[in-house]
C-alpha cells in the first residue's frame, strides 16, 4: 500500500475515535441516614485547681510515763481501735508494790503504838485529877501534882505526833496506790493508736512518751496548703469539693477553718474541712478542689466521639447535611451537676472539651455508628 494511502487511513481512524463520546455515567445516589445531631456552641465552665492534703486527727493524744521502771507489756498494736479506759501498756510496779507493803507495816505498827500511848494518856490524865483534887484538900505534894501533869502533856503530845505520823504515812499510802494506779496505762477516751514509741522490756522514766492515739470523740478533718493567691477567694462555709481516691469517695463539704497566716517558704495557706464521725485513717491521702474563675470552653456529647486507633473525630455535616469526618483534638472531660459544667473524673465525664477542629455554629452527629461519610443525614 502506497504510504500515501496509509496515512490517509490512518487519518481517518484517528479522527472516527475522536468523534466517539462516551456517555456519561450516572452518579450513584448518596445513602440517606436518619440521626440526631448536636449544635456545636461555647459554653460556661467552672474550672477548678487541685490541692493535695490529708486526713487529720483534731486531737491527738500523747501517752507519757508517770512512773519509772521497765515495760512489762505492751497490750495494743498501731491502728487498732480502743475503748475508753481499756488497758494499753503496763509498767513493772514491784518496786511500788514493795514501798506500799513497807508503808501498810510502817502504818499498822504507828496505830498499834498510838493506842497503847493513847491508853497510858487517859490513865495519867485521871491520875492527874486526882493529884488535882489531893491538892485542894491538902493531901499531896507540889511536887507529885507537877510529876503527874508533866506526864499528862509528855503523852498528850506524844499522841498528837503519833496521830500526825499516822496521816502522813496516809498520805503517802495514797500516794503510792496513784503510782500503782499509773504503773496501768489506760486509754483516756475512745481512740486509735497512731503510734507506739516504746517496746516490751524498754525502761522508762516520768514524762517519757508511750504512745500516740487519735482521739475518736473529738473527730477528724481535711488539711490541705492552699496557694496563696486563693485567699481572698476562700471563706468559711463555702462549699468545696473533696475527693479520696483510695477510698473512691467524693464529698462537698463546707470549708471550716482558714488559718490567716501566710508561710513564707511555700507561699501557702492552711485550710481545714470537718469530716463527717466516720472512722477516718489518719494520714490517708485527699485532694481539694479550689474554684476558680468561669470561663467558656467548647463541649461536645462524648456519644459523638469516634476512636479510630489514636485520633479522635466526629462527623460534621455539611449546609447540605451532608456527613464529612472531620479530625478533632480533645482535652479534658466535664458532666453538668447542681446547675454548672464542672471538669470531673474521665469515667464520669458526659461532654468532653475540644481544643481544636470544630468551630461555633457546626453541627456534628450524635450516635454515628451507621453514617458513613458522604452519607445524607436526616434529623
Not at 207 to 225: Q, R, S, T
Not at 244 to 270: A, C, E, M, Y
Amino acid at each position: 500500500m502506497p504510504k500515501k494511502a496509509l496515512f490517509l487511513l490512518i487519518l481517518t481512524i484517528f479522527l472516527a475515535n475522536c468523534e466517539k463520546r462516551e456517555e456519561p455515567q450516572q452518579a450513584k445516589p448518596f445513602s440517606q441516614v436518619k440521626a440526631k445531631v448536636f449544635e456545636v456552641k461555647a459554653v460556661p465552665v467552672s474550672s477548678y485547681r487541685i490541692f493535695p492534703g490529708k486526713v487529720c486527727a483534731k486531737q491527738k493524744i500523747t501517752i507519757k510515763a508517770k512512773v519509772s521502771g521497765y515495760v512489762e507489756d505492751i497490750l495494743v498494736k498501731e491502728g487498732e481501735k480502743v475503748k475508753a479506759h481499756q488497758v494499753l501498756l503496763r509498767i513493772d510496779s514491784r518496786s511500788i508494790k514493795a514501798r506500799l507493803k513497807a508503808i501498810e507495816a510502817e502504818i499498822e505498827a504507828t496505830i498499834k503504838e498510838y493506842e497503847a500511848v493513847l491508853a497510858r494518856l487517859k490513865y495519867a490524865e485521871a491520875n492527874l485529877k486526882r493529884f488535882k483534887a489531893l491538892w485542894e484538900e491538902q493531901a499531896s505534894t507540889k511536887e507529885e501534882l507537877e510529876r503527874a501533869l508533866s506526864e499528862f502533856k509528855s503523852l498528850k503530845a506524844k499522841s498528837e505526833a503519833l496521830k500526825a505520823r499516822q496521816m502522813a504515812l496516809q498520805a503517802e499510802k495514797t500516794d503510792i496506790l496513784t503510782l500503782l494506779d499509773y504503773a496501768v496505762i489506760k486509754a483516756p477516751s475512745e481512740a486509735v493508736v497512731t503510734q507506739r514509741l516504746v517496746g516490751k522490756g524498754s525502761v522508762v522514766n516520768p514524762g517519757e512518751p508511750l504512745l500516740i492515739l487519735d482521739n475518736l470523740k473529738a473527730g477528724f478533718e481535711f488539711c490541705a496548703e492552699i496557694d496563696e493567691s486563693f485567699f481572698k477567694r476562700l471563706r468559711p462555709g463555702q462549699i468545696l469539693t473533696l475527693e479520696f481516691p483510695s477510698l473512691g469517695k467524693t464529698l462537698n463539704l463546707p470549708l471550716t477553718t482558714i488559718v490567716s497566716q501566710i508561710d513564707p517558704s511555700s507561699r501557702t495557706f492552711h485550710i481545714k474541712i470537718d469530716l463527717p464521725s466516720d472512722l477516718w485513717p489518719s494520714g490517708l491521702f485527699g485532694q481539694v478542689k479550689i474554684p476558680e474563675e468561669e470561663t467558656k470552653k467548647t463541649l461536645i456529647p462524648g456519644e459523638a466521639l469516634i476512636v479510630r486507633g489514636d485520633i479522635y473525630g466526629v462527623f460534621t455535616l455539611s449546609p447540605s447535611n451532608t456527613a464529612r469526618f472531620q479530625v478533632v483534638r480533645i482535652g479534658s472531660g466535664y458532666i453538668y451537676q447542681d446547675g454548672k459544667w464542672i471538669k470531673t473524673a474521665l469515667s464520669r465525664a458526659t461532654h468532653w472539651e475540644v481544643l481544636s477542629g470544630l468551630e461555633e455554629g457546626e453541627k456534628v452527629v450524635l450516635s454515628p455508628e451507621k453514617v458513613k461519610d458522604g452519607a445524607q443525614v436526616i434529623f
